[in-house]
């Protein structure tokens, strides 16, 4: 017997409550839609047998399509914005989410308000792929224990990651930041992925680390990026990536790192930055390019680029090699792309 009800007799009643509650879930009225959600989500805290059950319905929700223009909208709003308050309190410390493993299926959702996953854990993987987020998303201080899907997401405005750990792989594929993103002082533990990635204003990874492969090849940086003081202990590509300005200030690369073919079309600092292996082939500096204080451990490529680059060292050592085509060379990089 539990809380004095024989089992049976209790899951009829939980079987009941999860009837209504998906009966209610399909209103027309907002407020009847969002009596539904607080109900879910209290079932979810009872019925341990069906959690998994409940937090699907909860999520299935969230990928309905969403008409911003609808009658109904503010409502509907309302609705998101508390199934994921709901979720990510019992995603934190305590929380019933966290008692066990759970799926949380975002992919294709619709944030439409901020959303705010601070301090929350994911034990399990999570899909946030080709969702969207209208307002600000926080994910400041997140523990991602498992895989982390985020590709094709678009951020309409500011994304906070600073200080979220990515345990698993980490994808970021195409996805689109409209607003600032911030990733100060995060960490990813295993192979992340911002590949063709577009980031329109600030993007900033300072002191960030990336103890696994780093693939940000193809990726756009609008404005300003920023990797002061970065660690990458293992591959980092940037091969085909367009920066304007963009700074590795300090940054730390422990394994070989590839920027062929990337184009700095502003201020490129590598400043006081350390490389192992490390390969700028055919890579195109319009604007200007300091490198004054940076060590190469390793062989550093140069071959096939634009410009000879500031500070680096004079003469060069045997490590070092740096050939600029004349311009009217077949194999001189082309500066009008």
């Avoid at 992340?192 to 329109?200: G, Q």
């Amino acid at each position: 017997m539990t809380n004095g009800q024989p089992p049976a007799k209790q899951d009829d009643e939980f079987v009941q409550r999860f009837a209504v509650a998906i009966t209610h879930l399909g209103h027309d009225n907002a407020a009847i839609r969002l009596a539904a959600v607080h109900e879910l989500a209290r079932l979810a805290d009872d019925w341990e047998l069906q959690r998994q059950t409940c937090i699907d319905v909860l999520c299935a929700y969230m990928r309905l399509p969403f008409d911003p223009t609808g009658t109904d909208a503010r409502g509907e709003s309302e609705v998101r914005k508390t199934i994921v308050r709901l979720i990510v309190k019992r995603l934190r410390e305590g929380g019933t989410f966290v008692e066990d493993s759970y799926d949380f299926d975002f992919s294709g959702a619709t944030f439409t308000t901020d959303a705010d996953f601070r301090g929350a854990t994911f034990i399990q993987d999570v899909h946030f792929e080709g969702a969207a987020f209208n307002g600000h998303a926080y994910f400041e201080g997140e523990t991602f224990a498992a895989d982390v899907d985020f590709e094709g997401v678009s951020f309409a405005r500011y994304t906070y990651f600073n200080d979220a750990v990515f345990a698993g792989y980490a994808y970021f594929k195409d996805a689109v930041f409209a607003g600032y993103a911030y990733f100060k002082d995060a960490t990813f533990s295993e192979d992340v992925y911002f590949i063709r990635a577009r980031f329109a204003t600030g993007a900033y990874f300072k002191d960030a680390t990336f103890s696994a492969h780093a693939g940000f090849g193809g990726a756009r940086f609008a404005t300003g990026a920023y990797f002061k003081d970065a660690t990458f202990s293992a591959h980092a590509g940037f091969g085909g990536a367009h920066f304007e300005d963009v700074s590795f200030e300090g940054a730390r690369f422990q394994g070989d790192a590839h920027f062929e073919g990337a184009a700095f079309n502003g201020h490129a600092d590598f400043g006081d930055a350390h490389f192992e292996d490390v390969s700028f082939r055919g890579t195109r500096f319009i604007g200007t390019a300091d490198y004054g204080g940076a060590t190469f451990n390793g062989h550093a490529d140069f071959r096939l680029i634009n410009k000879h680059p500031a500070g680096l060292p004079d003469p060069l050592p045997p490590n070092i090699a740096v050939i600029i085509p004349e311009p009217d060379s077949p194999n001189a990089p082309d500066e009008s792309s």
